[in-house]
């Protein structure tokens, strides 16, 4: 199995970014999650009429992988105007599978403006870990 590169990656985003469907925004998102198995899975932003029914294209990666099984991340490369970060949202629907994962931000020309971490993007989260419970 090849090594995705960022590069491969941020391209891959890039290509997800072309189903957005934006009618109200207009703001086009891609991202492609790339797992510790080294399969990609791609995503857009799906916006809705009722406007908070409205999907990321972080999520919408990420719950493409799940669904197939995979449950462990090593990057999310995320593409938009002006390489906007992931909303709260997504920061949180993320760190619940993979805390550590690299995070590269990139606009629709493809430039990286930011590469980090999820952690980076979401100190102190809440994860899987504070719903275990302790014996006292
Ligand atoms: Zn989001």
């Known amino acids: 199995m090849s090594e995705v590169s960022d590069r ?7 290509e997800g970014s072309q189903s957005a469907y ?5 703001y086009r998102v891609g991202a492609a999650l790339l797992t510790t198995s080294g399969e990609v899975f791609s995503g857009c932003n799906v916006e809705n ?8 294209a972080e999520r919408t990666a990420m719950v493409k992988a799940v669904s ?16 906007g970060s992931p909303c709260g949202v997504c ?7 993979s805390p550590a994962m690299k995070v590269i931000l990139a606009d629709l020309d493809g430039q990286v403006h930011m590469i980090t971490t ?3 993007l979401l100190p102190h989260g809440f994860g899987p870990a ?3 419970e302790n014996e006292a």
């Open 8 to 14: 491969q990656l941020v391209e891959l985003a890039l």
């Open 22 to 26: 934006i009618p109200y925004s207009n």
């Open 49 to 56: 009429a009722g406007y908070s029914s409205t999907i990321c």
């Open 68 to 83: 197939e099984g995979h449950q462990q991340f090593s990057t999310m490369a995320v593409v938009s105007r002006g390489a």
């Open 91 to 97: 920061r949180q629907f993320m760190f619940e599978f």
């Open 118 to 120: 999820l952690v980076e």
């Open 130 to 132: 504070n719903l275990e």
